[in-house]
T-cell receptor, first 114, second 114 residues
Framework: NAGVTQTPKFQVLKTGQSMTLQCAQD?????MSWYRQDPGMGLRLIHY???????DQGEVPNGYNVSRSTTEDFPLRLLSAAPSQTSVYFC?????????????FGPGTRLTVT | GQQVMQIPQYQHVQEGEDFTTYCNSS?????IQWYKQRPGGHPVFLIQ?????EVKKQKRLTFQFGEAKKNSSLHITATQTTDVGTYFC??????????????FGKGTKLSVIP
């Protein structure tokens, strides 16, 4: 199994550009989520999905969209990039969504917005 | 909303010294998870605690969950350079509506001086 994969690894955007961060998992996990990590801020939840066709907002959803058309894929779209979105983005998945399940994280996408 | 505080933010130790990081929640938790992130890497699940007063050990690492299920600690005995990284706790709790939320602390960054 490849686990959780993310592309691209690095990305530089200009303010106002849009892009999609890709995330895929091959473990048949129902639950997937996106976090952003900023220095001193830990991991903050952006959006999550408890299954195909179901998404919901996390702690910091503004400026981001998600969709979940398949169990495997959970892309994160930046609609109009802003410098405040410069961060490291991690996708995570787990078998389910309650206290029993550990999160598996992807390798991350390092995004810089100029 | 649920808040998880983690201290200290940084810790520098000489190799061979012990290290402890503490996690405190504003609400009673259902479970607590611990993750380790190596420099430049992604968070990796270490362990989960679910019972009041639970203590688990992994070689030189000892994890505790408080009696009131509002705090937890990770203690490393005789640190090694391989212990370098950021350690995150993540507290899980159910809301009144029955939905589950996992909240990460901001992490403790451990540096080990050889």
């Amino acid at each position: 199994n490849a686990g959780v994969t993310q592309t691209p690894k690095f990305q530089v955007l200009k303010t106002g550009q849009s892009m999609t961060l890709q995330c895929a998992q091959d473990m048949n996990h129902e639950y997937m989520s996106w976090y952003r990590q900023d220095p001193g801020m830990g991991l903050r939840l952006i959006h999550y999905s408890v299954g195909a066709g179901i998404t919901d907002q996390g702690e910091v959803p503004n400026g981001y969209n998600v969709s979940r058309s398949t169990t495997e894929d959970f892309p994160l779209r930046l609609l109009s990039a802003a410098p405040s979105q410069t961060s490291v983005y991690f996708c995570a998945s787990s078998l389910g969504w309650d206290r029993s399940y550990e999160q598996y994280f992807g390798p991350g996408t390092r995004l810089t917005v100029t | 909303g649920q808040q998880v505080m983690q201290i200290p933010q940084y810790q520098h130790v000489q190799e061979g010294e012990d290290f402890t990081t503490y996690c405190n929640s504003s609400t009673t938790l259902s479970n607590i998870q611990w993750y380790k992130q190596r420099p430049g890497g992604h968070p990796v699940f270490l362990i989960q605690l679910v019972k009041s007063g639970e203590v688990k050990k992994q070689k030189r690492l000892t994890f505790q969950f408080g009696e009131a299920k509002k705090n937890s600690s990770l203690h490393i005995t005789a640190t090694q350079t391989t212990d370098v990284g950021t350690y995150f706790c993540a507290g899980g709790a159910y809301s009144g509506a029955g939905s589950y939320q996992l909240t990460f602390g901001k992490g403790t960054k451990l540096s080990v001086i050889p």
